[in-house]
């Protein structure tokens, strides 16, 4: 990807569910990285007063109230409905866009910026990125993480699985891989190894405009 001059390095952060990117996103922040979170821009299009609210009603009735949409109510109305599930990507991605292109304007100063994207390469999104860093533990942390989460079981687990891009595809189609499978000092270390290359990448570049 060629980026604009007046853009910074975008590195796009995913990883599958229970990877631990939340985390991994938090470290980034610490090292005073500007981060957008892809699932917090939805979260707040879709929570009171959202953007979204009237969308998701018009084309799931039933799935909002004072709150704004309720998230259980909305996920059975598109869970193994593929038509379903495309309807709302269709309210939510262009929405989910334009907070996106938002945050990389007011940081346009920046050498570099993370965006935070759960289903990066499912949705195409690496074609929007320099570089991708994938969150990747062992499988079995992994599902213990998920499953011990309250609500969760084994079936709905799978189901989200089947959604993402296998865990393996994604460290082989990433720049890089952030291990969280060790200590929070160990993934930290990873973490700043990256930004310290990633910053002297865009020094590097920039020098050279």
Not at 30 to 42: H, K, R, S
Not at 121 to 128: H, I, M, S, V
Request: hydrophobic content about 45%.
């Amino acid at each position: 990807m060629t980026r604009p001059p007046a853009r910074p390095l975008i590195l796009g952060l995913t990883g599958s569910v229970g990877m631990g990117k939340s985390t991994v996103a938090a470290m980034f922040r610490d090292l005073g990285v500007p981060v957008f979170d892809a699932d917090a821009a939805v979260h707040a299009l879709q929570g009171p007063g959202g953007a979204a609210v009237a969308a998701v009603e018009a084309a799931f009735p039933g799935t909002t109230g004072p709150g704004g949409v309720d998230r259980e109510a909305l996920r059975r109305a598109v869970i193994g409905d593929e038509a379903a599930m495309r309807r709302l990507e269709g309210v939510m991605h262009p929405m989910v866009g334009a907070e996106r292109e938002r945050f990389l304007n007011n940081h346009a100063g920046e050498p570099l910026v993370v965006l935070d994207v759960p289903l990066l390469f499912e949705t195409g999104g690496e074609a929007r990125v320099d570089r991708v860093a994938v969150v990747s533990a062992p499988a079995e942390v992994q599902a213990a993480r998920v499953l011990a989460r309250p609500g969760m079981t084994r079936a709905r687990f799978d189901a989200i699985l089947a959604r993402q891009v296998p865990d393996a595809e994604k460290r082989a189609r990433g720049h890089a891989t952030i291990p969280t499978g060790g200590t929070l000092d160990e993934t930290r270390d990873a973490v700043a190894a990256l930004v310290a290359d990633l910053r002297a990448a865009c020094h590097g570049d920039r020098a050279g405009r």
